[in-house]
């Protein structure tokens, strides 16, 4: 059986994924939410469904998914999604209903899924977050999704499906028959929702409100996917690109991808070369992917020299997933890896052609009054003759040099006029202009901490730790001078020390000595995990503090100098894995 499950490495080649609620398989259970029957019997007009051509996937799912004289399989025709979502849903038939496939037949089902009942990049690319494992606030639609969905899981979760209103329907059945606590919750709110004049009794009026609105905002039929249906196309991305990736906690890198073509036309060999743009050794690294409907990259790279056990080691293997432009011409995303997919870099790719291009430039900010000042500016094929008037920083900003350039590289200096206005600035040469590539500015108003707020684990010899790094950044407070507003400049990284405060929460808090330590480059070490003897009542290490970026050399308007901080929740292991330990491997 074990060789049955072991899915990702052949198939995502990379993604650790939830398991759970969100899933599409599996036949409708009866007594669920009254809202979802009444939707299951026909509320508004059906959706055309979505034929299944695939022979594999007719022989291996019409057993249960009963086909009709169209083609359509049941559920299967009436739902799209994000290749995670198959895939949560082919290894829930697996665990459940007696599925059988081998690893090469469940590559070959989750790719016919995710590219002919998948989802067009303008419906993708909302949802990358929970796919590139990202922790954001995520913003609530309304009262509905908040109480029936956001209780349990992320909304990005939902936000990877798109499905007919019967298959919503059908959805929230399954989730009365297997989660009980679903059950409890519709019937919850239907209190809530009776307050404001909807239906009592078990939940429907909620319940309908949310059918309503993911049937119609995220539909089986879409104007985005009949596009995209038409416009799909092979991946064609082999050759070089120029990439730009930050690290939290060690800055910026830059450097140059190739990707090979692999073992079909939707799969690829990479290898990779990148360059701190503050100096210091290169990342070198090698690695496969595999895109699915065109434009979702999903792949593994490891460094080629392993350098320890460091858990922020860069030549650990990470996962990649990158939205890839339907144009085939640039892409972004998050390569990750650890544990909890803590450590990661943002990742945006250019593609090199026969045109002059700029990447980035190694200076996030320029300074009021300075003379003099070096920039370096990275890119491809560059000009062979360059003169500074080919440059522009924008008004107020004077190139008054070249220093030296090659075709990948360019050195100028600059001056920065008293009277510059203060804000981001576009650096071009020629038609190759990078927006908001540097900011003028004349002093560091406040630091902000990032991440704003985090969670980290704590672990041992049986559960692994779920570390954090923050990474401290200045801001200006931009032309109407006030801090926090809209209009504040982002300079760049602060050199700063770090440290913890306590955040009180209740008498005698003392977090603070037991959650953990932070090094001085901003990386938290949660402790160990179970009780704590050295504790009131022999309490875990869990807790709640600040962490806290004070500048070496910003100063407030009182001397003072600049503090930033940001609330960290250390808590306990994550006991359960909502995933085959294969995903891993």
């Known amino acids: 059986m074990k060789k049955l499950l072991v899915l990702t490495a052949a198939v995502l080649g990379s993604t650790l994924l939830v398991l759970g609620q969100g899933g599409g398989g599996g036949g409708a259970a009866k007594g669920g939410a009254k809202g979802g029957a009444a939707a299951a019997k026909g509320k508004g007009p059906a959706e055309e469904g979505i034929p299944v051509t695939s022979d594999l996937v007719i022989a291996k799912c019409s057993g249960c998914h009963t086909k009709d004289d169209k083609g359509n399989l049941s559920r299967i025709s009436y739902e799209r999604a994000s290749p995670e979502g198959w895939e949560e849903a082919i290894k829930r038939m697996m665990r459940l209903n007696g599925l059988q496939l081998q690893p090469a037949e469940a590559k070959a089902v989750l790719k016919y899924l995710s590219t002919n009942h998948g989802l067009a990049p303008e419906e993708a690319k909302p949802a990358m977050y929970m796919v590139e494992h990202r922790i954001i606030d995520e913003p609530v639609p309304n009262e509905s999704i908040r109480t029936s969905c956001m209780q349990c899981h992320a909304l990005g979760k939902v936000y990877q499906w798109h499905r007919t209103r019967e298959d919503w329907a059908l959805l929230t059945n399954m989730h009365v028959a297997f989660f009980p606590q679903a059950d409890a919750a519709f ?4 209190g809530a929702s009776a307050e404001g004049g909807a239906a009592q009794g078990n939940g429907a009026g909620s319940v309908d409100a949310t059918l309503d609105y993911l049937g119609s905002t995220y539909s089986l039929q879409t104007p985005a996917w009949s596009a995209w249906k038409a416009r799909m196309r092979a ?6 690109w120029m990439v730009l990736a930050h690290i939290a906690g060690k800055g910026q890198y830059s450097g140059e991808l190739t990707i090979a073509p692999g073992a079909a036309e939707d799969e690829f060999t990479t290898s990779v070369k990148l360059q701190p743009l503050a100096g210091g050794a290169a990342i070198t690294r090698t690695g496969t992917g595999l895109v699915y409907a065109g434009y979702s990259w999903r792949g593994r790279s490891k460094g080629t020299a392993a350098k320890g056990n460091a858990p922020d080691d860069l030549s650990s293997e990470m996962r990649e ?4 432009d339907p144009d085939q011409t640039s892409g972004e995303g998050r390569w990750f890896w650890g544990e909890y997919q803590e450590f990661g870099m943002d990742v945006k790719l250019k593609r090199i052609t026969g045109a002059s291009t700029l990447l980035t430039l190694d200076r996030p900010s320029l300074v009021v009054g300075s003379q003099g000042q070096r920039v370096r500016l990275l890119g491809a094929n560059l000009p062979a003759q360059i003169v500074p008037s080919d440059l522009d920083f924008g008004a107020g900003v004077t190139v008054k040099s070249v220093v030296s350039h090659t075709s990948t590289e ?8 008293p009277t510059a206005v203060f804000g981001k600035r576009d650096v071009a040469l020629g038609l190759s202009v990078l927006q908001g590539a540097t900011a003028v500015y004349d002093k560091a108003d406040y630091i902000r901490v990032l991440p704003d707020t985090s969670l980290s684990r704590l672990g041992g010899d049986v559960h692994p730790k779920g570390y954090q790094q923050f990474e401290a ?9 006030k801090l926090h507003t809209a209009d504040d400049v982002e300079i760049g990284p602060v050199d700063v020390t770090w440290s913890m405060e306590e955040f009180f929460a209740v008498f005698g808090d003392d977090d603070r000595e037991f959650v953990g330590t932070m090094s001085a480059t901003g990386l938290f ?6 009780p704590n003897p050295q504790r009131k009542f022999s309490r875990n290490n869990y807790g709640d503090v600040w962490a806290v970026a004070t500048s070496v050399k910003d100063k407030d308007k009182e001397g003072k100098p600049l503090q930033g901080r940001s609330y960290l929740v250390v808590t306990v292991p994550s006991y359960i894995r909502w995933d085959q330990p294969e995903v891993g491997q």
């Open 187 to 190: 019937r919850r709110n239907a």
């Open 235 to 240: 991946p064609k991305l082999a050759g070089k």
């Open 321 to 324: 997933v990158m939205w890839m």
């Open 410 to 417: 360019l050195v100028v200096q600059v001056d920065v006029a």
């Open 473 to 481: 950044v200045g801001y200006h407070r931009g032309v109407d001078g």
């Open 525 to 530: 070490t949660p402790n160990i995990d179970g």
